[in-house]
């Protein structure tokens, strides 16, 4: 069993940067993949930005390239997310994800556990 804990959230000015966190605890294993999910209401859950155990390889929506950024600390089992020049748009609860199959891959229905979400306001 795996549990994940997101957290950084909050509210923002437009413009301005955030990073999250979501640490895992429980059995975890080196072939994981990480991932970070939105969902802003009334939408689907948007796939963001995946990255595999080793870091080697990660993979981004093409319109969020650039400005977000996944990385992992492996000593602490924590991956994050460095959101930069957030916009009004960004606005959603963010969740992580752990595949654990090691893939990169961006449908949520592939991941195996899912943290509870950290809710992100970016005001204008």
């Known amino acids: 069993q795996v549990q994940l804990v997101e957290s950084g959230g909050g509210l923002v000015q437009a413009g301005g940067s955030l990073r999250l966190s979501c640490a895992a605890s429980g059995r975890t294993f080196s072939q994981f993949s990480m991932g970070w999910f939105r969902q802003a209401p009334g939408k689907e859950r948007e796939f963001v930005a995946a990255?595999?155990?080793?870091?080697?390889?990660?993979h981004y929506t093409d319109s969020l390239k650039g400005r977000f950024t996944i990385s992992r600390v492996y000593a602490k089992n924590t991956v994050y997310l460095q959101m930069n020049n957030l916009t009004t748009e960004d606005t959603s609860v963010y969740y992580c994800?752990?595949?654990?199959?090691?893939?990169?891959?961006?449908?949520?229905?592939?991941?195996?556990?899912w943290g509870q979400g950290t809710p992100v306001t970016v005001s204008s």
């Open positions: 990255i595999t155990w080793s870091g080697a390889t990660t």
């Open positions: 994800a752990a595949d654990t199959d090691g893939r990169l891959v961006a449908l949520p229905t592939w991941y195996d556990y």
